[in-house]
């Protein structure tokens, strides 16, 4: 009988799983998620909704019905074709599988968001990751020069990045899209708060493609995302999904919420608010540095990072430690942007972690 070491594939024993950290009974700050529930009535709506779904039956395998409510909700161009994944994880993990040929490369900054290196892995695509200048920006002749090197098939570009929070040049990646031999995805996971897109240069774009999702906007848990980009390209990552990967209830259930589309992004607009308010009260303690942010969490970093994280646990409030996570997050922690009442709490513990800590 052969053990795993025997038959797993190398690069995948030397993987360390996505780790969740648990969070029973905490203040959750940790993963970007909207702290914000729905309105009453459209939650009894989507109940009676998820009560009379047809669970016996495959969903509808081309979702077309939800499709053409997030055209509509998130103003898709009509030249673009679209591509749903369970989350726009799976729709990374498409692409790269698509991409897969035999040496062939995914070029991303780094740090960014750590599934592009995880699923490049998955797939077996030779992953390069491009550093970072320390301040977060695009180091744009080291940009172009890895791309003239090595010829990437895809490109990642989170925009605005996570974890630093920050979008990079426009006119940089508009001289990318220019110059990439092969795909540039712009990952707009937090669109709702950037309020800044590539979705416009689709039409125009055939090496273009847009991914969204809509955990970042307040249904984390019905894990929807979503790519746009020229129908010859999605039509042949189609082929490469499973048959049915959006189910039945997160296909009525994200129809329904995308018909009030407001209501989400009335809760943005206000983490919006709340992100500048944060913002300006972790710059105001000494010795914080804070980083500027588009998105719905804020870098920051402080001396003895791993400490307060912990100082930050041990009063109930988690967010997300990303010390030795890469060389350029030394001593720095993300927090996710709450409730006014989450942020005012996180901003108490954090100031007498800190007051402590000075002893
Ligand atoms: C959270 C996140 C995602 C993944 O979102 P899901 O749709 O929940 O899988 C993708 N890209 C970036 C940059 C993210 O931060």
Redesign the pocket.
């Known amino acids: 009988m052969s053990t795993p070491q025997q038959l797993i594939r190398p690069e995948i024993l030397a993987l360390s799983a996505y780790h969740v950290q648990p969070a029973a009974g905490m203040v959750k700050l940790d993963?970007?998620e909207n702290p914000f529930d729905l309105p009453a009535a459209l939650r009894a709506e989507l109940g009676s909704l998820a009560g009379a779904a047809p669970l016996n039956r495959y969903p509808d395998a081309g979702a077309a019905e939800l499709k053409q409510r997030l055209r509509t909700a998130l103003a898709i161009p009509q030249a673009g074709e679209l591509l749903l994944?369970?989350?726009?994880?799976?729709?990374?993990q498409i692409v790269a599988m698509a991409l897969a040929r035999p040496g062939a490369c995914l070029l991303a900054p780094e740090p960014?968001?750590v599934?592009y290196r995880m699923i490049a892995t998955f797939c077996g695509m030779r992953y390069v990751g491009l550093p970072l200048a320390p301040d977060f920006t695009l180091d744009r002749a080291a940009l172009f020069d890895a791309v003239k090197r090595e010829q990437p098939a895809l490109v990642f570009i989170?925009y605005?990045?996570?974890?630093t929070g920050n979008l990079f040049a426009r006119d940089d990646l508009l001289e990318l899209l220019a110059l990439a031999p092969g795909l540039v995805v712009m990952?707009e996971?937090?669109h709702a708060f950037a309020q800044d897109s590539f979705m416009d240069l689709v039409p125009g774009h055939p090496n273009l493609l847009v991914?969204?999702?809509?955990?970042?906007l307040g249904l984390?848990g019905l894990?929807?995302?979503f790519m746009a980009g020229a129908p010859a390209w999605i039509a042949e990552f189609d082929k490469l999904r499973l048959p049915y990967n959006i189910n039945v209830l997160t296909q009525l259930l994200a129809a329904r919420t995308l018909q009030d589309i407001d209501v989400l992004n009335a809760q943005a607009a206000v983490l919006r608010a709340e992100r500048a308010r944060l913002a300006a009260m972790l710059a105001a303690q000494a010795g914080v540095q804070v980083f500027p942010s588009s998105?719905n969490f804020i870098l920051f970093r402080v001396a003895g990072a791993g400490a307060v994280f912990a100082a930050l646990k041990s009063r109930n409030i988690l967010i997300k430690c990303l010390h030795g996570a890469h060389p350029l997050l030394a001593d720095c922690l993300r927090v996710t942007v709450g409730t006014p009442q989450e942020n005012d709490a996180f901003m108490g513990a954090l100031a007498a972690a800190l007051a402590a800590q000075r002893g």
Do not use: Q, V
């Open positions: 993963a970007m994944g369970n989350g726009s994880d799976e729709i990374i960014s968001f599934m989170a605005p990045n996570n974890p990952d996971a937090y991914m969204r999702t809509l955990s970042k984390a894990r929807l995302g998105a």
